[in-house]
C-alpha cells in the first residue's frame, strides 16, 4: 500500500525558511496527485499545494502563493514543500497527502511539525 514519511520540519525565525520531504512508496504515482496540507493547533486541517505527479501541475492556497513551492523528483520518488517567508501563523504539522486523479485523498503520512517563532 503507499506510504509517505515527511521529514524536514522545526523551528525557525519569523523571515526563514524550510523545505519539507515527503517519501513515497508503495505505488505507480504516474497517477497520482501529491499534496501537502496542514493543522494548527485548534483548527480544522487545511489544504496548502498539490502537484500532478506526471505533468508537474501546481495548485496553492492563497495565503501561501508566493512563498511556498512544491515539487516533485521522480527518480526520487519524492515530493517537497519549500518554504521561505515563514511566519507565525504558519506554524503547524505539515501533513503529506496522496491521491488518485479521480478520488478523494485518502493516504496521509504522519506528520511532521513546522513552529515559526516571531
Known amino acids: 500500500q503507499v506510504q509517505l514519511v515527511e521529514s524536514g520540519g522545526g523551528l525557525v525565525q519569523a523571515g526563514g525558511s524550510l523545505r519539507l520531504s515527503c517519501a513515497a512508496s508503495?505505488?505507480?504515482?504516474?497517477?497520482?496527485?501529491m499534496g501537502w496540507f496542514r493543522q494548527a493547533p485548534g483548527k480544522e486541517r487545511e489544504f496548502v499545494a498539490d502537484?500532478?505527479?506526471?505533468?508537474?501541475?501546481?495548485a496553492y492556497a492563497s495565503f501561501v502563493k508566493g512563498r511556498f513551492t512544491i515539487s516533485r523528483d521522480n527518480a526520487k520518488n519524492s515530493v517537497y514543500l519549500q518554504m521561505n517567508s515563514l511566519k507565525p501563523e504558519d506554524t503547524a504539522i505539515y501533513y503529506c497527502a496522496a491521491r488518485l486523479r479521480s478520488k478523494a485523498y485518502e493516504n496521509w503520512g504522519q506528520g511532521t511539525q513546522v513552529t515559526v517563532s516571531s
Open positions: 508503495g505505488a505507480t504515482f504516474s497517477s497520482y496527485v
Open positions: 502537484i500532478y505527479w506526471s505533468s508537474g501541475i501546481t
